[in-house]
């Protein structure tokens, strides 16, 4: 099956300091990428939507200028936390999409930032 | 408000048995409903997917219902075995690219 990988899997940084995700799908070309945040016990919050080449679409409630999308290509697409603080800690899960049903939607393995 | 509701209670079941989880959710007319398995640590992979004219779908050891009217769908693991100990996740699509989740059942399967 398709396989979505994220760098890194964990980071922990320095509150103020920008934390940068990537998100590769190996070995396909995806259409749409989606970026997501969970909590712990809580359920996948949807942050952004991204097609290559574009801009990001941002759910309500997410800070675009906070939280940076880049989809530089069908197979990248980076995340980067600007000036971090503690309440952003979180898993940020990252998703590919290669089709037009949602079966065809492929979840990376998540990267867990701790913000101290 | 739209909402997905999944018990938030953990859910412990004897092997072989079968485990059962529900979803419901409100404000919606989802075109599908699909479940996904989260396993600590780690992002979710998709399972089972339902169309809003299905009833019922089934594969391997899982089923699917999902009742349009009730506005709910049941995830059933048949012969249920320690390694299917996990949250499963439920979601919504209503036809265009957003998937949304419910927070996920924990599932505890004990030998």
């Known amino acids: 099956g398709a396989v979505v990988s994220q760098h890194p899997s964990r980071v922990i940084c320095k509150s103020g300091t920008s934390v940068k995700i990537e998100c590769r799908s190996l070995d396909f070309q995806a259409t749409t990428m989606f970026w997501y945040r969970q909590f712990p016990k809580q359920s996948l919050m949807l942050m952004a939507t991204?097609?290559?080449?574009?801009?990001?679409?941002?759910e309500q409630g997410v800070e675009k200028d906070k939280f940076l999308i880049n989809h530089a290509s069908l197979t990248l697409s980076t995340l980067t936390v600007t000036s971090a603080h503690p309440e952003d800690s979180s898993f940020y899960i990252c998703?590919?999409?290669?089709?037009?049903?949602?079966?065809?939607?492929?979840f990376g393995p998540g990267t867990r930032l701790l913000v101290l | 408000s739209q909402k997905i509701e999944q018990n938030s209670e953990a859910l412990n079941i004897q092997e072989g048995k079968t485990a059962t989880l529900t979803c419901n959710y409100t404000?919606?007319?989802?075109?599908?409903l699909q479940w996904y398995r989260q396993d600590p640590g780690r992002g979710p992979v998709f399972l089972l997917l339902i169309r809003e004219n299905e009833k019922e779908k089934r594969k391997e050891r899982l089923k699917v219902t999902f009742d349009t009217t009730l506005k709910q769908s049941l995830f059933h693991i048949t012969a249920s075995q320690p390694a299917d100990s996990a949250t499963y996740l439920c979601a919504l699509n209503t036809g265009g690219f957003k998937t949304i989740f419910g927070a996920g059942t924990r599932l505890f399967v004990k030998a």
């Open positions: 991204s097609n290559e080449g574009s801009k990001a679409t941002y």
């Open positions: 404000n919606y007319s989802p075109a599908y």
């Open positions: 998703s590919a999409r290669v089709g037009q049903g949602p079966e065809t939607q492929y």
